[in-house]
């Protein structure tokens, strides 16, 4: 069975770090661009980054550039999101979602026909 499973998710404080991790299993993840997005209550959903298999190259949103890492780990078939300097405006339900038709990636969420996770809850509040 082909799934999309993020985890890491949490409370944390302002200025404080979080390691988003999304794990595949099912299919091998080394064929496929894959993004990380985000909604917040009330707001569409929108690309914070994504990474390319062809050539690892990776893209972020200008909200989160210099803050937010996205990195992936062939051998254990899951990519990272590392989260530093979390803001409020962070706060959201993040995605993971792959498509192995794209390249290079990109932060639009309609171009992943792939897979999506289900999600894992950030909150970052004093």
């Known amino acids: 069975q082909v799934q999309l499973v993020e985890s890491g998710g949490g409370l944390v404080q302002p200025g404080g770090s979080l390691r988003l991790a999304c794990a595949a299993s099912g299919f091998v993840l080394d064929s496929d661009a894959i993004g990380w997005f985000r909604q917040a209550p009330g707001k569409e959903r929108e690309g914070v980054s994504c990474?390319?298999?062809?050539?690892?190259?990776?893209y972020y949103a200008d909200s989160v550039k210099g803050r937010f890492t996205i990195s992936r780990d062939n051998v254990k078939n899951t990519v990272y999101l590392e989260m530093n300097s979390l803001k409020p405006e962070d706060t959201a339900v993040y995605y993971c979602?792959?498509?192995?038709?794209?390249?290079?990636?990109?932060?639009?969420?309609?171009?992943?026909?792939?897979?999506w996770g289900r999600g894992t809850q950030v909150t970052v509040s004093s």
């Open positions: 979602a792959i498509d192995e038709a794209i390249s290079p990636c990109t932060l639009l969420a309609v171009d992943y026909g792939g897979y």
């Open positions: 990474i390319s298999s062809s050539d690892g190259s990776t």
